[in-house]
């Protein structure tokens, strides 16, 4: 079992940028695939990144591309987001979830263990 802490979340003018860490506690964290997602006020929870168990592959939907950076410290059972360039439509409760399957999943409700959320906020 994987237990989910984020931190990092903020305000934060547009064009400036946030890191968002996800600290992970359990024993098998290397094992497993993580996400980040965002959910805005009175829309769907939307996928925002994917890293692979070792961090040698990522996947991005095009919302965030060349913007966003997930990256992982396995020794530190740590994930984290870079947000550059950000924009007011990032405004989110941002989440970082796990998942046991290797497959890149842009589905919420794929992912088995999740934490409580950080604010995120960007103004204009």
């Known amino acids: 079992q994987v237990q989910l802490v984020e931190s990092g979340g903020g305000l934060v003018q547009a064009g400036g940028s946030l890191r968002l860490t996800c600290a992970a506690s359990?024993?098998?964290?290397?094992?497993?695939?993580m996400g980040w997602f965002r959910q805005a006020p009175g829309q769907e929870r939307e996928f925002v990144a994917h890293?692979?168990?070792?961090?040698?592959?990522?996947n991005y939907p095009d919302s965030v591309k060349g913007r966003f950076t997930i990256s992982r410290d396995n020794a530190k059972n740590t994930v984290y987001l870079q947000m550059n360039s950000l924009k007011p439509e990032d405004t989110a409760v941002y989440y970082c979830?796990?998942?046991?399957?290797?497959?890149?999943?842009?589905?919420?409700?794929?992912?088995?263990?999740w934490g409580q959320g950080t604010q995120v906020t960007v103004s204009s």
């Open positions: 890293i692979s168990s070792s961090g040698t592959s990522t």
């Open positions: 979830a796990a998942k046991q399957s290797p497959v890149v999943r842009t589905n919420p409700l794929l992912y088995s263990y």
């Open positions: 359990g024993r098998t964290f290397s094992s497993y695939t």
